[in-house]
């Protein structure tokens, strides 16, 4: 069974994987007080999980009548916060005996970066493309809701060539709430006009459609660089994230979302890698 691990600067992302499917994804919050023994810990119930729900054996070892036996055998990790990646390879080890891999320099990706310094692109980003390509080919540009919204783009080739990021909805909205003395938490949701007859409408407006705008004027210009003298009808759009992102691209016209992309490359990458 493979775990792959996408670290956010917000939340973890365990998959477990067997026979080309996911078992069970599950999330954590990140805190720099947790220690490596207590994700191992919580990676642990995560797996027994995952042996339950794949209809192999149970979390403690006795045997069921599916494939999974519950074994973690293999390890990937793509993380986008360095300080952190020593203790989730120290938690994958004292969880499941395993040297982890980490997805970066070195590692048989299958998709080139062509940017100007290939060193600072994201693994998440990369993972979130080489699936992007592999689902719905390319060109294509990967929209990712998270606490930074990005917008990655690979060419008609296949390649990795640049992004755009702007502030995710969330950062959004917390900065709103901390400059603004009588804006209160706001849960982000589609909202039924753009004017808010109160805060709350007014907030859920700004940002759903407001984000909705800045979401295609980006992919209007990506599009046009990607397919040059080509039709720009010919890239692919592609949504991952959070599920406030699924409902801007649906108000935009944008129907492909896949929640899970990066863990969906994290496990193509360990597949390509595999001795």
Known sequence: MLLAVDARNRALSLGFREGGRWLAITRLGISPERSADEYAFFMDAARKKAAREGGGASGDGAPGSGASAGVVDSAWISNVVPSFTTRVVEAIRLAFGLEA???G???RTGIKIRTDLPSEVGSDLVCACIAAREIVGSPCIVINFGTVLSFSAVDASGDFVGA????GLVSAAETLKASAAQIPDVRIARPERAIGRNTIQSVQAGLTIGYGGL??????????ELAGKDDVRAVHVVGTGSEEGRAILELEGFGSFIPDLALEGIAIVASRNAS
Do not use: D, K, Q, Y
Request: hydrophobic share 50%.
């Open 164 to 167: 755009s990021f702007v502030p």
């Open 105 to 107: 320099p070195g590692v």
């Open 215 to 224: 979401v295609t004027r980006l992919v209007e210009r990506m599009s046009a």
């Open 101 to 103: 891999h980490v997805v």
